[in-house]
């Protein structure tokens, strides 16, 4: 579903991504791991179509990113670190504003009242303005959006920092279902245990290169932990 | 899909307070503006319309006396008040709007560039068309300034795009939305308009003010847009809502307050106008060349009014000195007025880049209150005061010229003065009005696709 093949990029002579392959099929749920500036949010900003490969090339349900911008991005739902909505606009507003332009029609407001509160967003809120919001719900109303949306794949850019463990394990448990729907996920993050928890591929990288990828089930927590530290230090 | 971004946008107007205070302050200035127009137009509608009458029947109730100083006297003609002047009153206030028909010349109509060019961009008359021309593109601007620059700061321009929105559907939904701000603005132009005309029955011919109130609101949708389409651009292209701020306000002052006014000096001096006297001076050395060859070719002589004419050829001589007079007095009044209207050509051009230029000059039009209408005011007066001087002249040759010496012993009464008829003056129809509105019609037109393809350009590629 999501690939990418030998996907280079680079910013001047800054190398963010070194010739990164990886693949993420239907109902796989991806953990990329790595250190702030591995080039984590660039590999998603390349499958989002905001940045183009400086070589090699990104595709999502076998379509190419860069020649079909449009027509990729609606197989795909993502939802960055600060999910962004607007803050004049109560949650369930931004809810339909943002899931009738990704679906292209209306859903009714019940149908939206209860998305928000299976996420658990406490229905006093969903009629409050954002600006009011904490992170937390606005993450809630984020996860709404991109569930409402149906995709094929899901891309997270470390969804849960900022969250609560309550509300963290609640996500992940909503990307388990999604996974269990055929919905592939790549998701990115800083959290060892919660990439095994719900991984069921990890990745590790660093500098813009990719360095290890195995299957959680493969290795224990404790071996993640070795062979994470190990990358890091090299 | 796209009225879905519309109404966001237009719930962000609201919710944020802008919209009601930039617009419901425009608005209180505009429905000022128009009210206090209206009312001045009234008044001197009612005042013009009894000195036009009594002027008249002081022409009527003269006591017999020979035509010719009857002439001297002359008969005064008033400007009719174009129905939409109180929308844009144009050159009214800088131009007479009073002539004096009388004997050889055809009198000094107020044409002095100083009046004609920088009374009109004053700043500072509270008309309805000031509000709109200069406060109308800053109510756009504060309602879009931030319109992607602001969603991308906030981080939901990212977000819209990851959805798969495509850039031009939001760019059509958000011109949309500032447009119903804009409509918003000029719909009363277009209730009031339509009010005035049907409750007032001065306002001559209603059918063609109503076509004229249609141009001008189309013309100022048009006008709009052009800064609809130039903010949404801007804004696209500046990394933040500041920026695009500071980029738009410049182009707002340059384009609203200092161009008007530099581009009336760039006018100037490309075609530069004689100052009054020096017109009067060319003007007086044309006749007497023109009266001289006139005199010399019917009468053998040069000399005006002298004994070598006797007075039994008197009426025929006043027909003669008349009729010479008249090709100098259309070679030099032609030439001036050209050249205002070369003027107004040239400003128009710049619209291009400053739409006000083009949009100023097309009002004046729609409402009738620009040089061209003026123009053709000025030329039927003249024309009537021919009229005035040829019924005398051919009546003097006719009856006066048998008295040989007795000539001026000749007297007419009432009889001869209804002979003059009133005059009748109608304002050209809305059509003449968009014959000469071609030029800054297809400038504002021409502005708007290329605001709109720049806007077009400016967001293909939002992140």
């Given at each position: 579903m999501l690939k990418a093949n030998s996907l280079t990029k680079n910013f001047n002579s800054n190398i963010a991504l070194n010739s990164v392959s990886l693949s993420v099929s239907q109902g796989e749920i991806y953990c990329l791991l790595g250190a702030n500036g591995a080039g984590k949010t660039t590999l998603i900003n390349h499958f989002l179509g905001f940045l183009k490969p400086t070589s090699g090339e990104v595709l999502v349900n076998g379509k190419c990113v860069t020649s079909n911008p449009l027509d990729t991005k609606r197989d795909i739902a993502y939802i960055p670190e600060n999910v962004m909505l607007y803050g004049v606009l109560t949650g369930l507003e931004n809810l339909e504003y943002f899931s009738a332009l990704a679906t292209g029609r209306k859903k009714p407001r019940d149908v939206l009242r209860k998305l928000l509160a299976d996420v658990g967003l406490p229905a006093e809120a969903a009629e409050r303005r954002v600006a009011t919001y904490s992170k937390g719900m606005r993450q809630k109303v984020g996860i709404t959006i991109a569930m409402a949306k149906n995709a094929k794949a899901l891309l997270l850019d470390e969804p849960t920092s900022g969250l609560d463990p309550k509300a963290a394990n609640e996500f992940s448990r909503l990307l388990k279902t999604a996974s269990e729907n055929g919905v592939a996920v790549f998701t990115t993050t800083h959290d060892l245990f919660h990439a095994k928890e719900t991984g069921n591929r990890i990745g590790i990288m660093r500098s813009g290169s990719l360095l290890a990828e195995f299957n959680s089930d493969d290795v224990s927590h404790a071996d993640m932990e070795s062979i994470y530290l190990k990358n890091m230090r090299d | 899909m796209t009225w879905l971004i519309v109404t966001r946008e237009v719930r962000e107007f609201y919710r944020d307070g802008r919209f009601l205070f930039g617009a419901g302050l425009v608005a209180v200035l505009f429905i000022t503006a128009f009210l206090v127009g209206y009312e001045q137009r009234q008044n001197v509608f009612s005042e013009r319309e009894v000195a036009q009458q009594l002027d008249y029947d002081d022409w009527i109730n003269q006591p017999e006396r020979h035509p010719h100083d009857a002439a001297h006297q002359g008969m005064h003609v008033f400007k009719p008040i174009p129905p939409l002047s109180f929308v844009d009153p144009g050159i009214t206030n800088y131009v007479g709007s009073t002539q004096w028909l009388k004997a050889h010349r055809q009198t000094e109509v107020k044409f002095r560039p100083a009046q004609d060019a920088t009374g009109l961009q004053?700043?500072?008359?509270?008309t309805p068309a000031w509000v709109i021309q200069v406060l109308g593109p800053l109510l756009i601007i504060v309602l879009g300034f931030n319109s992607f620059s602001g969603e991308r700061e906030q981080g939901t321009l990212r977000q819209l795009i990851s959805l798969g929105v495509p850039s031009w559907k939001l760019l059509r939904g958000k011109a949309l939305a500032l447009f119903l701000g804009a409509f918003l603005l000029i719909a009363p132009l277009l209730l009031f308009s339509v009010w005035a005309v049907s409750g007032d029955d001065l306002a001559g011919s209603r059918h063609d003010t109503l076509i004229r109130s249609g141009f001008l609101v189309l013309g100022y949708l048009v006008y709009l847009g052009i800064f609809i389409f130039v903010t949404l651009a801007v804004s696209a292209l500046t990394a933040t809502s500041r920026i695009s701020l500071i980029v738009l306000l410049a182009f707002w002052i340059i384009g609203t307050t200092l161009a008007p006014r530099a581009l009336v000096d760039v006018a100037r001096m490309v075609y530069p106008i004689p100052n009054q006297a020096e017109f009067n001076t060319q003007l007086n050395q044309e006749l007497q060349r023109e009266y001289a060859e006139a005199w010399q070719e019917h009468f053998g002589t040069d000399k005006r009014w002298g004994s070598d004419v006797p007075l039994s050829r008197w009426g025929e001589a006043l027909r003669v000195d008349d009729y010479a007079g008249y090709d100098a007095i259309d070679r030099h009044f032609g030439a001036l007025w050209d050249r205002y209207e070369d003027q107004r050509r040239l400003q128009e051009f710049f619209g291009l880049l400053f739409p006000m230029l083009s949009i100023r000059s097309y009002s004046m039009a729609m409402s009738a209150t620009d040089f061209t209408h003026h123009r053709d005011f000025a030329t039927s007066a003249e024309d009537h005061r021919r009229l005035i001087q040829d019924l005398i002249s051919s009546n003097l040759t006719q009856h006066a010229d048998g008295h040989g010496e007795r000539h001026f012993d000749y007297k007419v009464g009432k009889e001869f003065w209804s002979k003059v008829p009133r005059f009748e003056y109608a304002a050209p129809a809305a059509f003449f009005a968009l014959q000469g509105s071609l030029n800054s019609l297809g400038v504002l037109l021409a502005s708007l696709l290329i605001s709109i393809a720049f806007a077009f350009w400016s967001s293909r590629n939002l992140i």
């Open positions: - | 004053r700043f500072g008359s509270l």
